[in-house]
């Protein structure tokens, strides 16, 4: 995160009005309890029209509830019934297609794919299911530069065009998202299965599932009870500009890509789909699952992903590999995702309209109302070196940051504190409104980095907030002088001085 986005999202928080779709609209079946504010504020934070949220725990639907307005124009309120696109969710559901497939005996996710299709670019044909399916292949991608689906809408045209583009890197090498890999998939399943892959999935994991107002499609098809796409970015030229409310936002799935993209569900479909893959009812065998969501390994043995977070990719899954809380974690369109956890026997779903939303960076969070210690004000989510400085803050007070860190490098000489770790916790702080505390961080990490600019114009943020101008202003330019390219420190620095 940058330190203008942070400290844009930490003045809406605090300062700037509260937007109100969520608030004025919110569909509860009863009164609201504490996720349900926790949503409220950050529908409002984020200016998401419509939220809908599923909650599974031991095998059960324990929440489901709506939020906000499903459709903008006409002030529809978002219920039960409204459907939302999860877009690249739907590669979790391909990649159970292709275990049922597996489970056929049909095919392995280690065949190549030339072993299931024809002409074939030489370079394609040794790459597996396996690659293809965790974006590890290295593939061409079949999305033009402006994230359009090359052929406008043909699919031959499309894949003559990208079996003519060179390879990106050698397969399994590194994690490079492709969707061109998924248009091969859906081919495959096809071909084996011995009808469309869309109607493969439906009878093979919809019906089974109960999953009655799910299906493909896209903003050109006339959807009942559809939750819309808005966005927050519109393109002016070759930029993006930000808007101060959402305006409507456009998806094209033609067909023969919605192996990629194209599902549109609902939490609760969403809900009991997961039920019935975690319960066995659309994979027989316990190693399937197993295999679905084991990420897969490079070429030199670790694991590749979106980001910090999200850091792996098994078969069309997702996942988030750390020492505690893993997780499974479809996403979709910056705007829909869900988390397994499968040692928690615990899912949670979220699904919302508004593209950029980012689900997934709350969904943590949401899991921490049923267990604690994931809760971001408990530490959950920390860097272990961050942790350790966190337990010593704690108990000596967060105005002994420096004897606290000397005592940790006493007792662990090679300890290492990053400083986007540290940033990151600041911010993290400031959301929490814990403002001294923040400060002493970013003070503890310009100490530890005083050739950074960003750490400087971190403190200058927080100095500003607390009202403290005079050292914001030093700050930023201190920053400045460090890196003049730094638009937030010029802006800060402008509008504090008045120059």
Not at 226 to 241: C, E, I, L, N, P
Not at 366 to 394: C, H, Q, S, W
Request: hydrophobic share 40%; net charge neutral; proline share 5%.
């Amino acid at each position: 995160m940058t330190l203008k986005h942070s400290f844009a999202i930490f003045i809406t928080v605090l300062v700037l009005p509260l937007f109100s779709f969520a608030q004025q609209t919110q569909n509860l079946q009863h009164p609201a309890d504490s996720i349900d504010n926790f949503i409220h504020r950050l529908m409002e934070q984020r200016k998401i029209p419509g939220l809908q949220l599923a909650v599974i725990r031991d095998g059960k639907i324990i929440k489901n509830e709506s939020y906000g307005l499903a459709n903008l124009e006409h002030s529809i309120k978002t219920k039960p019934e409204s459907i939302f696109s999860v877009n690249s969710i739907t590669k979790a559901f391909v990649g159970v297609a292709i275990m049922q497939l597996v489970e056929d005996g049909k095919l392995k996710v280690t065949d190549p794919l030339s072993l299931h299709l024809d002409s074939l670019p030489a370079d394609w044909q040794k790459i597996s299911l396996a690659q293809v399916l965790s974006h590890t292949s290295g593939l061409p991608d079949i999305m033009d530069a402006d994230e359009q689906v090359m052929g406008h809408g043909v699919e031959q045209v499309a894949l003559d065009q990208v079996k003519k583009m060179p390879m990106e890197f050698k397969a399994g090498d590194r994690f490079g998202y492709n969707q061109t890999g998924y248009v091969l998939l859906g081919k495959i399943i096809t071909k084996l299965s011995g009808m469309h892959f869309t109607k493969f999935i439906e009878d093979h994991q919809f019906k089974p599932a109960g999953m009655n107002l799910t299906r493909f499609g896209d903003s050109f098809d006339a959807i009942p009870n559809y939750a819309g796409a808005f966005r927050m970015t519109k393109q002016v030229g070759d930029s993006f500009v930000r808007m101060s409310s959402p305006g409507v936002g456009y998806m094209q799935f033609p067909e023969f890509f919605r192996t990629a993209a194209g599902i549109l569900s609902t939490s609760t479909d969403m809900a009991n789909w997961i039920i019935a893959l975690t319960n066995g009812k659309l994979l027989k065998h316990d190693n399937s699952l197993t295999t679905l969501w084991t990420p897969a390994q490079l070429n030199n043995g670790k694991i590749g992903g979106f980001n910090g977070l999200t850091n792996g990719y098994a078969l069309g899954w997702p996942t988030v590999t750390r020492e505690e809380h893993q997780a499974v974690a479809p996403v979709g369109g910056g705007r829909s995702a869900f988390f397994i956890y499968p040692k928690d026997n615990l899912c949670i779903v979220v699904l919302s309209n508004l593209m950029g939303a980012n689900p997934e960076r709350l969904i943590d969070e949401v899991a921490g109302f049923y267990i604690p210690d994931m809760k971001e004000a408990n530490g959950f989510g920390l860097p272990p070196a961050v942790k350790k400085l966190r337990t010593g803050l704690l108990k000596a007070g967060f105005s002994n940051t420096a004897k606290v860190m000397a005592n940790l490098k006493k007792a662990e000489p090679t300890i290492d504190f990053n400083e986007n770790d540290l940033n990151e916790w600041g911010y993290q702080l400031l959301k929490q409104e814990k403002v001294n505390d923040a400060l002493a961080i970013f003070k503890l990490n310009v100490s530890l980095y005083p050739q950074s600019a960003n750490v400087y114009d971190s403190l200058g943020e927080v100095q500003e907030i607390i009202g403290n101008n005079k050292e914001a202003l030093i700050n930023y330019k201190k920053s400045l002088s460090l890196n003049p390219e730094n638009k937030n420190a010029a802006e800060r620095w402008k509008a504090l001085s008045g120059n």
